[in-house]
Each structure stands twice: as C-alpha cells, then as structure tokens.
C-alpha cells in the first residue's frame, strides 16, 4: 500500500506550499448523489492497483488551496482522490461521514462497468484497492475520526443492512483536527468513543495554533490524548485493536492551523468547525 503519510509533511519549514503552477485534472461529478471532486491518476502499464482516498477541506476552504497535497496523493502515492468540500453552514459534520462508504461504493461500481467497457474492447485498467483511505484538515480531519469510529476495520468488515459488507477504512490522516461545533471526542459530557476501526489512524498537531482561535481543550492533543485514554469497550480485542491502530502523535512544531493548506488558505474565511 503506498504511503499516504507521505501527504504530512514532516516539520513546520516544509509546510509552505505553493499551487500556482501545478498542472493536476479534476472534475465534478456526482456520486451517491453527492456531488464531488475526483482526480484519477494518469494509466501506467506498471501499474495495476489504485487505491482510493477521500480529502476533505476545512471548514468552508475551498478546495483549490489543497491542490498540493492532492498531487502527492494522485502522483506519488498512485491514488485515486475524491474530494469533498466541507459546508459547516448548512451540513453536519456525521453526515459527511456517513457519505464516505456510499461516495466509495459508487465510484467503485461505476469503474467496474468501465472495466467491463474496456476489457470488450481489449484495453485494460488498474484494479481498485478494497477499502479507502481518509485525509483531512481541521473539521475535515474530524470527519476523518468519526469515519474511523464508524467504519468497519481492514482486517474484519462486518456486514451493513445491504447484501454487502462495509468497505473497509484503511489508512486515516486527521492534519491538525478541530473538535467544535458540536464537540465529540472532547465533550465533557462524552459517554464513551467508539472503538477505532481503521487500519491506521494518525493525527498530526500544529503547535503554534492560536489558543484563542482554538481553545486547547479541543485541539489535536486533546483530541489525541482522549483516543489514547478510552477504555469504554469491554472487549479486549476491540481494545488491543483500537490501541494499535492509533499512531503515535506527530508534532508540527512551530506551525499554525492553516499551515496545511496553500498559500496558507488565502481568501478562505478559516473557520474552525
């Protein structure tokens, strides 16, 4: 599996980005009923997987300002990305994640039938990996948690209410996560967080986010250190299962909220959730 963590960059000087001149295709089209971005990486007759990974913006930051980190997921890591723009104003953020495994059962379908398209015609294309992976940024990074809480893992997916079993969440990279509006993983009135279903969960903090603008009790850390903590499943498999999914927190020293983004999200309006 390519390395998605490739997306994340390792410290705060490597964070500025630059899209003006990256020549990357995407277009809009519907899926599940969802109307979405998706770029395909381009055919490579070594090439004869693809996987599937959804990037989700922050809060009402257009998608252009993650055109970067589209390109590594599309060139580098050999994916094919769908993105979703995140409306915080007339949306709720568990909707989102609900939409993930649908948007992915769709797309899916519509590739097979132009397989079957193409094999007619003796021509060929890569095959789609099972299971999808997860980017985001901010309150898209949240959505990436709550898609991680209620999906179904790589290693055992559970059957849904349909004939067929729930696509398995592979990798999940939340960059800098936002838990507000409501709060989830960081409620005091929490009762319990669902057991971690992905096979890799991996939360990225900036440092230097303003406490003003992000209160601390609903950060990255805070968000991170409720994960670690949770104990509610009586299961000891679930337990071990959730502990070893969730990697260990990386730290952006020095690096600010919207350090994830291009151009640091300009003209954007950097809402937090």
């Not at 693809?50 to 060139?75: D, N």
């Not at 309150?139 to 179904?152: N, P």
Request: with cysteine; proline share 6%.
């Amino acid at each position: 599996q390519p390395n998605i963590m490739s997306v994340a960059p390792t410290t705060a000087e490597n964070m500025v980005r630059a899209a003006d001149d990256i020549d990357l295709d995407w277009r809009n089209v519907v899926l599940a009923g969802v109307r979405v971005s998706l770029s395909e990486p381009k055919s490579d007759p070594h090439e004869n997987r693809h996987g599937v990974t959804f990037l989700l913006t922050g809060a009402m930051i257009p998608e252009r300002q993650y055109t970067s980190t589209r390109k590594i997921l599309v060139e580098d890591c050999h994916q094919v990305v769908i993105g979703l723009y995140i409306n915080v104003l007339t949306t709720a953020h568990q909707w989102y994640a609900d939409q993930l495994p649908l948007i992915y059962r769709a797309y899916v379908e519509q590739r097979e039938q132009q397989q079957k398209e193409k094999h007619a015609n003796r021509t060929g294309s890569p095959s789609i990996d099972n299971g999808y992976n997860v980017v985001g940024h901010s309150v898209g990074a949240k959505i990436c948690l709550l898609a991680a809480t209620g999906g179904q893992s790589q290693e055992e997916p559970l059957q849904s209410s349909s004939s067929k079993p729930e696509p398995p969440v592979r990798t999940i990279l939340a960059m800098d996560p936002v838990d507000l509006n409501p709060s989830v993983f960081t409620s005091s009135q929490r009762q319990e967080i669902s057991t971690l279903h992905a096979s890799r969960v991996i939360l990225t903090w900036a440092t230097a986010t303003s406490a003003w603008s992000l209160p601390p009790r609903h950060n990255a850390k805070a968000i991170y250190e409720a994960l670690s903590n949770d104990n509610s499943s009586n299961n000891k498999h679930d337990i071990q299962r959730h502990q070893d999914c969730l990697q260990p927190l990386i730290r952006h020293e020095g690096a600010s909220h919207m350090a994830y983004t291009d151009h640091w999200g300009s003209n954007s309006s950097g809402m937090m959730g």
